[in-house]
């Protein structure tokens, strides 16, 4: 069972409508959660970043939340723009034993959004 | 200032071959990190190298697969005796410390068909 679940898998918004992406996760314990966007044909991109204590984090247009207890964090798009259309990754990063350094990060199948006019 | 470059972009190799894909990290960052995408799949962890340490390789799929970083900057993931499911985005990427609270910058990737 993929230990970071992401829902819908796609979604079709008009241009300038919000939405909000799920993400599920069971890695425990985590050190940081993280939002990419990748874009067709690149690499993902940093959207957010947020620690096991933070409960939400906010980057322009776009507002992830954490809730721990629940395991579930979710990535909410304002006033969506054509450039938006892309997938977006949740990645839970296991917090490792030593340290707490990087080492195999978990990331969820993404859901691809796309806007159109 | 330049980001994290990989090449090829491209890559189509027959069945059996060979291939070194490279990874040019931002100057610098001492983590990088390897990661296999299917297509219409999130990327998955293969490798993560330290400086020039790889402390972590459980994502490697099979032996065939080898990942080096001999001076702590470049590094090269070979893959031998190339086979069909090994067609897929590969993906480097490089963070300024080892710490989990940074985080990493991603290349475009390499694109590998295996024919």
């Known amino acids: ?117 | 200032g330049a980001g994290v470059s990989q090449s090829p972009r491209y890559k189509v190799a027959k069945r059996g071959q060979d291939v070194a894909l490279r990874c040019d990290p931002i100057s610098g960052h001492v983590s990088l990190f390897w990661y296999q995408q299917a297509l219409g799949q999130g990327p998955e962890f293969l490798t993560y190298f330290q400086n020039e340490a790889q402390l972590d390789k459980s994502g490697l799929p099979s032996d065939r697969f080898f990942a080096e970083r001999p001076e702590g900057s470049v590094s090269t993931l070979k893959i031998q005796r190339t086979q069909q499911e090994d067609s897929a985005v590969y993906l480097c990427a490089s963070s300024p410390d080892g710490q989990s609270s940074y985080e990493q910058y991603f290349g475009p990737g390499t694109r590998l068909t295996v024919t």
Request: glycine share 8%; with cysteine.
């Open chain 1, 1 to 117: 069972k993929n230990q970071v679940e992401q829902s819908p898998q796609s979604l079709i918004i008009l241009e300038g409508k919000n939405c909000t992406l799920q993400c599920n996760y069971t890695v425990s314990p985590f050190s940081n959660l993280r939002w990419y966007k990748q874009d067709t044909g690149r690499g993902p991109v940093s959207l957010t970043i947020m620690t096991f204590s933070e409960n939400t984090k906010s980057n322009g247009r776009y507002t992830a939340t954490l809730d721990a207890d629940t395991k579930q964090s979710s990535l909410h798009i304002t006033a969506s723009q054509l450039s938006d259309s892309a997938s977006y990754i949740c990645v839970v990063i296991p917090f490792m034993n030593y340290g707490g350094s990087q080492g195999n990060l978990i990331f969820g199948k993404g859901t691809k959004l796309s806007v159109k006019p």
